[in-house]
């Protein structure tokens, strides 16, 4: 299995460009969420899925749009590209949301908006 | 709201030297705390989760207790591969999200 895979590795975007991070997991898990790392901050919640279909927004859900169409994918779309998006940004994984606490994270994105 | 806050930000120990990482928590009604290992440029990995007060878990050199009010990982006779970011996080009852701490940064010198 590859687990949780995250692609680019690393972006530049210029404010107001839009782009969309992607995110797939081959272990059909049906829980899958983004999350954000900034410096003194912690990691904090941006989108989360339980399924297929079905998505929710986490604690810092604006400016960020997702979709969930099959069990394995679940991008991360930036809308209008700001500094204040500049982060490295992990996508998660687990088996479901009753166990969801043991996720499988990505290696990252890090991402900087100019 | 939900609250963790981790001590110290960071720790440089002696290869050998066992010591402890503070987590301590502010939740509305604890479902679960997690321990997690982050190394640079990567992303986290799952060590341990909690559930009640006067639980212990072990893994190797680590082990985590929790009570109330606060969580420990302890870490015995380190080796320098134990040098990571160690990262703390809660889930309150009824609730699917995770309130991460910002971390302790290991440093385990040979």
């Known amino acids: 299995n590859a687990g949780v895979t995250q692609t680019p590795k690393f972006q530049v975007l210029k404010t107001g460009q839009s782009m969309t991070l992607q995110c797939a997991q081959d272990?059909?898990?049906?829980?899958m969420s983004w999350y954000r790392q900034d410096p003194g901050m912690g990691l904090r919640l941006i989108h989360y899925?339980?399924?297929?279909?079905?998505?929710d927004q986490g604690e810092v859900p604006n400016g960020y749009n997702v979709s969930r169409s099959t069990t394995e994918d679940f991008p991360l779309r930036l809308l209008s590209a700001a500094p204040s998006q500049t982060s490295v940004y992990f996508c998660?994984?687990?088996?479901?949301?009753?166990?969801?606490?043991?996720?499988?994270f990505g290696p990252g994105t890090r991402l900087t908006v100019l | 709201e939900d609250q963790v806050t981790q001590s110290p930000e960071a720790l440089r120990l002696q290869e050998g030297e066992s010591s402890s990482l503070n987590c301590s928590y502010t939740?509305?009604?604890?479902?679960?705390l997690f321990w997690y290992r982050q190394d640079p440029g990567k992303g986290p990995e799952f060590l341990f989760t909690?559930?009640?007060a006067g639980e212990e878990k072990e893994k190797e050199r680590l082990k985590a207790t929790l009570t109330k009010k606060e969580s420990f990982l302890h870490i015995t006779a380190p080796k320098p591969e134990d040098s990571a970011t160690y990262l703390c996080?809660?889930?309150?009852?009824?609730?699917?999200?995770?309130?991460f701490g910002t971390g302790t940064r290991l440093t385990i010198i040979p």
């Open positions: 272990m059909n898990h049906e829980y």
């Open positions: 998660a994984s687990s088996l479901d949301s009753n166990s969801y606490n043991e996720q499988f």
């Open positions: 909690l559930y009640s």
């Open positions: 899925s339980v399924g297929a279909g079905i998505t």
């Open positions: 996080a809660v889930q309150a009852l009824g609730n699917e999200k995770l309130t």
């Open positions: 939740v509305s009604g604890l479902r679960g």
